[in-house]
């Protein structure tokens, strides 16, 4: 029989209203089957839909399921901040003072930091660690090439930044590069591939622009991906990067997502942006 669960749609890594990445996120999703879930997810044709849900392990706050059109992830960002907000929002109360969430790759930290204009807090979490790393064979590496529709010689370096999702990295020669990028998705197999690149001084308020290319799972291009700028952070943070910069990412698709990363001196790297919410009312599932 159908219930009724309260409902929320989020725009995270937003600089403004309508200009992040948006992710469903259902509460109380106890009782839901996985069946349920993914035609849920499917039927709000967003990058990911998420259900949040009891915690199995002590000292989580809840547990989050992640499901995009194509099926579950253990981990994404921007559905955790998404979904952290939603939680906070209709009430929920972290044992500690940070949110701890359960999911597919462990428990996750989310911190509460104030916003530099004062406007309440931004969200951030810790990233976990990858589960794939280092550089990318020769074979792999044409493939990226040819599936981004670029020369080999065009791609400054190349790294594994997996922490779930799957993510393969490029790094281009500058921010225009990788806004010129127009690839071949029947090339891409079941790749997931991120494409950065440094922005010039005074060109933009950012340091680099990503994009995200995941066409496997039913989303050719992701509008701001928390996942990704994690994977690239732990690449390349304090050494090709600053250790505290901001990305932009969205902007070939109209969005304007800002994402704030840190290197901290223990190692933490740790991903921020802005979250809002669009929509809140109740879904019949």
């Known amino acids: 029989m159908a219930r009724t669960y309260p409902f929320r749609q989020v725009d995270v890594f937003a600089s403004g209203p309508l200009l992040g990445n948006p992710v469903a996120v259902v509460h109380d999703a106890e009782g839901l089957t996985d069946d349920q879930m993914a035609a849920f997810a499917r039927w709000t044709n967003l990058s990911e839909t998420t259900f949040l849900l009891p915690p199995t392990t002590p000292g989580a706050d809840y547990r989050l399921r992640i499901w995009t059109q194509g099926g579950e992830l253990p981990f994404a960002g921007h559905p ?16 500690g003072a940070d949110v701890v969430q359960e999911c ?8 509460r930091t104030p916003r530099p204009d004062g406007a309440g807090s931004r969200l951030s979490f810790a990233a976990p ?10 074979e792999d590496l044409a493939v990226v090439a040819r599936a981004l529709r670029v ?7 190349a790294a594994w930044v997996d922490n779930g999702p ?3 990295a490029a790094q281009l020669a500058d921010a225009t590069a990788v806004l010129a990028v127009e690839p071949d998705y029947s090339a891409f197999g079941d790749l997931k591939i991120g494409v950065v690149g440094p ?16 066409p496997d799972i039913g989303v050719a291009e ?26 932009s990412q969205g902007t070939v698709l109209g969005a304007r997502g800002r994402v704030h990363v840190s290197l901290e001196a223990d190692g933490t790297l740790w991903v921020g ?13």
């Open 80 to 95: 955790t901040l998404g979904s952290a907000h939603a939680w906070l929002e209709a009430g929920g109360e972290p044992a």
């Open 104 to 111: 597919g790759a462990g428990l996750v930290t989310i911190r």
């Open 129 to 138: 660690p990858l589960v794939r790393s280092g550089p990318v064979g020769p």
């Open 151 to 157: 020369a080999v010689s065009d791609i400054v370096d």
């Open 166 to 168: 799957g993510w393969v």
């Open 199 to 214: 922005y010039g001084p005074g060109e933009s308020d950012a340091a680099v622009e990503v994009r995200a290319f995941v």
């Open 222 to 247: 992701d509008p701001v991906t928390g996942s990704l700028n994690a994977g690239l952070g732990q690449w390349l943070a304090g050494r090709v990067l600053p250790a505290a910069y901001v990305a």
């Open 273 to 285: 942006g802005d979250t809002l919410t669009t929509i809140a009312g109740e879904v019949t599932l």
